[in-house]
């Protein structure tokens, strides 16, 4: 896992140059915590936001990623993705022997604001039970090599799963590597499909597991190595340690969320339907987007609070539509926002929109990089206790005056909707 140099490089750990740390921060020695001498800085300057991002060594036009999944399943459509101009391709998961993954049809469903069936409401969820690539692993790697022929200042990066098997990893490391892809991405995290073979979430759920199969992996890499993490476990900071102490550059969060879409109230079959049946799959969408932001805010203030903010990175994932989705990850220490139902819904185009929506943001706050908020409102979470003695405090001081009911007594059947609404923030 030496450092090269190259984009496609792998910087260690311990032997990342000075450089390198400033090359990634550029800002970081220059922007106190608060933030505040920074803004009134920026507030005389007239330049456009660069959107730009350097995350583990490599360099992005923008923070925004294709997730990994159909939008990334061939060479046709990351091609669109680069054309379109994503900061990154992460290609759909491959294995070894793509001849054990079958796919059915119909695989997604969605879920729609209003009643259940609804055909014309917002679509805020979607389900999948789709399993990694079904394409044969040499297809794949052949597509690799010819996207990084034709877009060799791109990023792309490649998603891989295998079984409990450390030769079975040494070699999918060893053949994707070989095309030029940048760095690796490894799905702990897929929550359907093959758990018996000690895949996907088997592991991300399993420290002990995790532990093993990551040291295989960084053992062997020797480009930047991403844990795409679960969020079906109680505490996702555990394993995100665990993947970081051993080694891996990276995490994503989160993952699909195990869920049953719906059932059909006319047919009493579950959604997605096939042949009269279903299983559990994989929630994505708008509805996940506030799960998503308390996962990556645990996990970003964890690595801040136990490894070097300059050396770790974090990728936040889940319901991304609008360029202030991202800016809310990035605000929670993300250095990367992917996207994967949202391209799904909108097509590749969407990109634009959330670049212009991003820097719309900044603009408004005065901030030129996108180190310059990073991390900013992780600060103004703290604990329960500590709000009531805020809040407290404030009321003695005469600074503000409590909203809504003093007691839980006060409640009243009459007044229930209005006591409600007195007491909600936005």
């Not at 998503?292 to 319901?319: C, P, Q, Y």
């Not at 820097?359 to 900013?376: A, L, V």
Request: net charge neutral; hydrophobic share 40%.
């Amino acid at each position: 896992m030496a450092s090269i140099g190259l984009a496609s490089a792998r910087p260690s750990n311990h032997h990342r140059s000075l450089a390198d740390g400033l090359r990634a921060r550029p800002l970081a020695l220059a922007v106190p915590s608060g933030r505040v001498s920074f803004r009134v800085r920026c507030s005389q300057s007239q330049t456009e936001p660069d959107l730009g991002v350097t995350v583990n060594g490599l360099r992005m036009p923008n923070p925004f990623v294709i997730g990994s999944g159909p939008p990334g399943t061939n060479y046709t459509v990351m091609k669109r993705a680069f054309d379109e101009g994503w900061g990154a391709v992460i290609a759909k998961t491959v294995s070894l022997d793509a001849a054990k993954v079958i796919n059915v049809t119909p695989r997604y469903a969605r879920l729609r604001v209003g009643a259940n069936g609804s055909a014309k409401g917002q679509i805020i969820g979607w389900e999948n039970i789709e399993l990694i690539s079904d394409r044969p692993l040499e297809t794949m790697l052949k597509e690799f090599k010819q996207l990084k022929e034709e877009y060799p200042d791109r990023i792309l990066i490649a998603s891989i799963m295998e079984e409990y098997n450390k030769a079975a990893w040494e070699e999918l490391i060893d053949r994707v590597e070989q095309t030029g892809i940048d760095a690796l991405e490894i799905n702990f995290s897929c929550p359907h499909g093959m758990p018996e073979r000690k895949m996907g979430a088997a592991v991300g759920q399993d420290c002990a597991l995790l532990e093993e199969v990551c040291g295989w992996i960084n053992a062997k890499a020797t480009v930047p190595v991403w844990a795409k993490m679960t969020p079906n476990i109680t505490d996702i900071t555990q394993p995100a340690r665990v993947a970081l102490k051993s080694g891996c550059e990276g995490v994503s969060a989160i993952n699909t969320i195990m869920s049953v879409m719906g059932i059909n109230l006319h047919t009493l079959r579950p959604e997605p339907c096939v042949e009269g049946y279903s299983t559990p799959g994989g929630y994505s969408c708008k509805a996940v987007h506030p799960i998503a932001l308390g996962k990556v805010m645990n996990i970003s203030k964890m690595m801040r609070s136990e490894f070097n903010d300059a050396d770790h990175t974090l990728s936040g994932i889940g319901g991304v539509e609008t360029g202030g989705d991202a800016a809310e990850f990035i605000l929670l220490g993300a250095h990367t926002v992917q996207v994967c139902t949202g391209v799904m819904m909108h097509g590749y185009g969407l990109v634009k929109q959330l670049c212009d929506e991003l820097k719309d943001f900044m603009r408004m706050h005065n901030f030129s990089t996108i180190e310059d908020f990073r991390g900013t409102s992780l600060e103004y979470f703290t604990t329960h206790t500590d709000l009531v003695r805020r809040q407290q405090e404030a009321i003695r001081q005469r600074k503000a005056i409590k909203k809504g009911l003093q007691s839980d007594k006060d409640w009243t059947g009459d007044g229930f909707v209005k006591e409600t609404e007195s007491m909600v923030s936005n």
